[in-house]
């Protein structure tokens, strides 16, 4: 193996790295900053327990700082609970049932919450919470120079597609030749799908890279393998993309709409409603006819090349939204009289 030196050198000679777009640099260093000052607000009594608890069963620090490759080629320390009994020696991949995990770190390994410290790596900018997971040095000078050259163009993360599909990886790896089979079997995938990452990111894909990586962490749903579709494109986003962006442009353009009419209605005669009312009264109309709409099926229509059928729903729903607010109209009145 390369001292830490040459290693170094080698991986900087990769000067020409992918620039992310700046507004999705922005959203993602956002979003990782809010969790982890809540996740280290919230998670510092545990931390403090666990800490005791590491203490009791061996002898040692509480934390595992290691060198990892974080952007642009940069050595960083990575902090975990210590899961290894101090002053043990080895490869740099661990397998199941490896002597120098302590009975307390097997645990913490298989629920994945030594990984929990590196919420403090993110909040000091080191890494991410979505991105490829942090390499050793002598294990990234393994990597060609594509590969090296667009993984390293962004933070890497506490988890990732590949740290989900690999999640069981320690119990692959029970060959006595453990760092030849990983890099053989192992790494070349978790290259693949890491580069895919890179090229395909999004805010959304972070969220189902956040949900699976939930879901792998309940017992009962561990030993599930994801399809690797679901892994770039899963609950989440679909959903979102499904459902929730055509409500939102639906509910935009009926908010709109409503605003241009009460705007016309105007320059004839007053409206007599006060700014707050009318507003609120259009963006109740929006939300019936988004809700009405989604309930008719009007969000599947292709209205290039739409039918009677689609008009006579679209019918519909303009009806159901005036017999609602005549419905929500007479209630109130017939309340106020009441008082």
């Keep these: 193996m390369e001292n830490d030196h040459n290693i170094l050198k080698k991986i900087s000679m990769s000067s020409n790295y992918i620039r992310p777009n700046w507004y999705s640099f922005v959203a993602k260093r956002l979003m990782d900053v809010l969790i ?27 934390f595992f700082r290691g060198p990892r490759l974080g952007r642009n080629g940069r050595i960083f320390q990575i902090l975990k609970f210590r899961t290894m009994h101090e002053e043990t020696t080895g490869p740099g991949i661990t397998a199941k049932d490896d002597p120098r995990i302590t009975s307390l770190g097997k645990w913490l390994r298989d629920t994945k919450i030594n990984e929990l410290p590196q919420l403090w790596n993110v909040l000091t900018g080191e890494m991410s919470l979505v991105g490829p997971r942090p390499e050793d040095p002598n294990i990234a000078a393994t990597w060609s120079e594509p590969a090296r050259t667009e993984i390293l163009s962004m933070r890497p993360g506490i988890t990732s597609p590949a740290s989900i599909a690999y ?23 978790k290259l693949r799908l890491d580069r895919l990452y890179v090229r395909h990111h999004t805010f959304l894909g972070d969220m189902d890279t956040l949900f699976w990586t939930f879901v792998i962490m309940i017992p009962r749903l561990k030993d599930k393998r994801i399809p690797e579709g679901w892994l ?48 609120s009264l ?19 229509v292709s209205w290039s090349r739409a039918i009677a059928d689609d008009i006579l729903r679209l019918i519909i729903s303009c009806g159901l939204v005036t017999l609602t607010v005549v419905v929500l109209q007479c209630f109130f009145c017939h309340n106020m009289v009441c008082q």
């Design 36 to 62: 982890a000052l809540l996740g280290l607000f919230i998670l510092a009594p545990f931390f403090i327990f666990m800490g005791v608890l590491i203490k009791m069963d061996s002898s040692g620090p509480v």
């Design 167 to 189: 999640h069981d990886e320690e119990g692959r790896l029970q060959s006595d030749s453990v760092m030849d089979y990983y890099l053989e079997h192992i790494a070349p995938d």
């Design 232 to 279: 770039f494109g899963g609950p989440v986003s679909r959903f979102l993309r499904r459902y929730v962006s055509w409500a939102v442009y639906d509910f935009l353009i009926a908010f709109l709409c409503i605003g241009l009419l009460g705007m016309t209605w105007r320059l004839y005669r007053p409206l007599d409603l006060g700014l707050w009312r009318a507003t």
């Design 282 to 300: 259009a963006f109740l109309l929006a939300i019936l006819f988004t809700f009405f709409n989604i309930l008719l099926g009007l969000k599947n």
